[in-house]
DNA sequence: TTGTAAGCGTTATCAT
DNA sequence: ATGATAACGCTTACAA
């Protein structure tokens, strides 16, 4: 195949027919063929099938933009996440997406990375494709500073925004999440009880999910009456197992690592291997977020299930039940569950 | 036909203002507004200042319905893939959507699920929202008999499609793929060359991609004049390790495994662990994609790296261009490396 | 049940 | 350099 040129023009008039040329075809009103289009009822059988015939027959597809522009939506969402390539993250793209589109709305996907005026600068170019609603995938939209966080509420008045794995208040918002501090709390007496000294909490974000899930650790330890040791933070989003080895090499006298994440839990597994610990003889782990890493880590991956599948559920479902006029919790917190594998031996 | 569309309520007046409120306030009209909106030169300074001021006072943000409806375009792509929550389609997805981004493209993702109605019914949907183009992401979205592809080359009719993975010949299609089948056919050999009796091909997919791999394990085999064993076929997009596990139990006599995905690979380390067999020494593997999967398996997996970033920004420059009303090579065929890590032991 | 006509908010083509 | 005004293709009161 050599170079190709496209013969492609989609300026105007190249294009296909409008609503002009069916009415005429049709030998009706562009008015009878708008009814026929949008399912009205005022519309006489006879009629009805003429006009699909020919919309049929000519094979004529209404101008999305032309509707959009007089119904003022295009039935489209955003759906923002930092970072589509993380395993977790996509799955709740992928789901998201899936449920969207079920319900008839599209899917503007933005990946917007970690910085927050990055965050901020997509945030308002979707809101100017005027988008009818707003999903941001992840608890790294929330940041620590309350300031931090105003121009998701700004955002919100135009448009209703729905936060998955966060927690933000305000008119327009809705939070969807899951309670990762009462499992990591859980998690972490489970093992001191089951005869650990100590447990190590690893993990690499300062999120609302990353400080929840540490608040957890500690009150954990509190419950049984221990000194929370010092957590171990990696700062990069996008890091590497050999970096997660590299950093828990450095520290010493922990005998359980709660990882904020399964890849990094996979980090503490390897880790152990190459110390020459077994798992979890030696060393227990736990991971979170129970994904398809924990399957494929040996031994498999104890891990904490935020029910990925359930929150989007209740994103999906909250988005468009707001978008459609219905009232909605503006907050809504589910259980989450540890899921033992073979990384722990609860004795 | 899916021509309905649903009671909306059409809201107006509660929207921000409009050009004409604009240039009343400015004093212009609204022509000049336009001008500046649009960066013409044919403005005076003064002019443009003033209108500038207004529209930053106001925040004022031009109706992208309406600007979609005249210039026939909103400048946006659709990105098809059959799964966002695959790790390898889910990195594609998030690399192909920062690039179209930065040339200023919005991207309309649509997880169309691996079923061919599915697949068709979609492309004709992101067409009717009047996308510039379209990618399809991953070899799955080409069928085995060519009369199930013709509705990509119908697609194409209508606006360019570039293809990730997949190979399609047609006007106005762009394909863009590794060559996994030298590559395929370099490890099998590689294998064989360094002493093991019997390679088994381990695949879940008759796609483009996996026919094509499959070919190329059979040249290996025949150029170290060995016969090809039978492939093991998994006939489970979403395949889970156990499955895995449990197919390559039943069977005997390799002593490698070539894998066509690297979490095919993972199930090929972990069946070895459960039979007592030592990877390398008893059992080579070699995944495919090089994946984070392959780093967090134990040992790592040696895997054929398809370069997935290198793909995406030829996918990227090949619909920007074409877009951009530039020939383009209709059939980029990039090499693929083999990654050696510890599942291997080529001495 | 059907048709007429007024928006919807831009861009672009003319004049001036 | 600027201003009228005609597309762009649809939905939807309001009339008939």
Redesign the interface.
Known sequence: ????????T???GA?GLNIYDISRLAGVSIATVSRV???SDRVSPRTREKV?RV??ENGY??????????????H?VG?LCA?????YL??A???L??RL?KS?Y??????T?YEREDKEKYVSL?????VDGLVLVGSHFVEREEAGNDYIRRAAEKAPVVLLGGELTGENLYSVRCDERAAMRAATARLLRSGRREVLFLYNSLSFSGRNKLAGYREGCADCGRAAAEPLLLDAYRF???EVQAALAARAGFDAVLAADD?LA?GA??YA?RAGLRVPQDLAVVGCNNS??A????PELTSIDNRLGALCEQVAEALLNVLA?NPWESRTVLPAALVERGSTDFS
């Open positions: 195949m050599g170079l190709q040129v496209s013969a492609y989609r300026k105007k294009e289009l949008n399912d699909l919309i049929e597809e209404p101008n999305a933009f032309a509707r959009g522009l007089g119904l003022n939506t295009m489209t759906l970072d589509a390539g993380d395993p996509a799955q793209v992928n789901d997406e899936r589109r008839g599209d899917s503007l996907l933005c990946c990375g979707l809101l100017q494709k005027r590497d197992v050999e890849r996979v597994v390897k291997k398809a890493i399957l494929y880590c040996d006029g």
